[in-house]
């Protein structure tokens, strides 16, 4: 391992993690968990109280169960095996070092550092001034010419009152918007929303898409069956 890990965490009782986890700690290294004080301020600004946060919390996240995954730093393993998942909300991948644990940490956000689990794969993207294309993006395909990302945005919407006497209050929530970028050539494009305007989009790319498309019966609009678009035009 070419870098040591140095995790600094206030809910952790000492400085020493426990070798099952594939982290080591010491020496010069750098952290790879954001400060723990973080944590706390969060979501004091939202002016809800627990119940009213804890009632609409799993708007956050794409998954909110915890699903044992590894950190690596340049495609090289650094952390095995450690309960995480993405909160979408603060674009944050958060970390458990062991399933009991109650608190977890917020990874850092490098652009060297990544996480895979059996269910998902992310990658940390530098910001370029656009919320929707920076931070932690899911690779849906990860091919040698083509990649397809997914982006996960959510706003707050705090709680109105209904503007007459025949409408309903709104209750405070999370509300969730999903991007989906191909990447070619280094290049990141954002991937229309309507069907017409993505089947044009891959056509593009290569003129036997639309064929492609129509002949199977392929739902763009769909995840699955973009995945699948995007899987066959890298094998042209």
């Not at 009213?52 to 915890?66: D, E, L, R, T």
């Given at each position: 391992?070419?870098?040591f890990?140095?995790?600094?965490i206030?809910?952790?009782?000492?400085?020493?993690?426990n070798?099952?986890?594939?982290?080591?700690?010491g020496?010069?290294?750098?952290?790879?968990?954001t400060k723990?004080?973080?944590?706390?301020?969060?979501?004091n600004?939202?002016?809800?109280?627990?119940?009213?946060?804890?009632?609409i919390?799993?708007?956050?996240y794409?998954?909110m169960?915890?699903?044992h995954g590894?950190?690596f730093?340049?495609?090289?393993?650094?952390a095995?095996?450690?309960?995480m998942?993405?909160n979408?909300?603060?674009?944050?991948?958060?970390?458990?070092?062991?399933?009991?644990?109650?608190?977890?940490?917020?990874?850092k956000?490098?652009p060297?550092?990544?996480?895979k689990?059996?269910?998902d794969?992310?990658?940390?993207?530098?910001?370029n001034?656009?919320?929707?294309?920076?931070?932690f993006?899911?690779?849906?395909v990860?091919?040698?010419?083509y990649k397809?990302?997914?982006k996960?945005?959510?706003?707050?919407?705090?709680?109105a009152?209904?503007?007459t006497?025949?409408?309903s209050?709104?209750?405070?929530s999370?509300?969730?918007?999903?991007?989906y970028y191909?990447?070619?050539d280094?290049?990141?494009m954002?991937?229309p929303?309507?069907?017409?305007?993505?089947?044009?989009?891959?056509?593009?790319?290569?003129?036997?898409?639309?064929?492609?498309i129509?002949?199977?019966?392929?739902?763009?609009?769909?995840?699955?069956?973009?995945?699948?678009?995007?899987?066959?035009?890298e094998?042209?």
């Amino acid at each position: 391992m070419k870098n040591f890990i140095n995790i600094t965490i206030a809910f952790i009782l000492g400085l020493a993690v426990n070798a099952q986890t594939g982290i080591q700690t010491g020496g010069g290294g750098f952290q790879i968990f954001t400060k723990a004080s973080d944590m706390g301020q969060r979501y004091n600004s939202l002016g809800l109280t627990d119940s009213q946060f804890n009632s609409i919390k799993s708007g956050m996240y794409a998954n909110m169960n915890f699903i044992h995954g590894n950190i690596f730093e340049n495609g090289e393993k650094i952390a095995a095996d450690l309960p995480m998942r993405y909160n979408a909300y603060t674009d944050d991948i958060e970390v458990k070092l062991k399933s009991s644990d109650a608190n977890f940490q917020p990874l850092k956000k490098i652009p060297n550092l990544s996480v895979k689990t059996p269910l998902d794969y992310y990658i940390f993207l530098e910001d370029n001034g656009k919320k929707e294309e920076s931070g932690f993006v899911n690779v849906l395909v990860d091919g040698d010419q083509y990649k397809l990302y997914k982006k996960i945005t959510v706003s707050f919407q705090p709680a109105a009152k209904g503007r007459t006497s025949y409408e309903s209050d709104t209750p405070a929530s999370f509300k969730q918007n999903i991007f989906y970028y191909l990447v070619h050539d280094g290049n990141l494009m954002e991937v229309p929303n309507s069907k017409g305007k993505i089947i044009d989009f891959l056509d593009k790319e290569n003129s036997k898409m639309k064929d492609y498309i129509k002949k199977n019966k392929i739902d763009v609009r769909n995840e699955a069956g973009l995945i699948k678009a995007i899987s066959h035009l890298e094998s042209l």
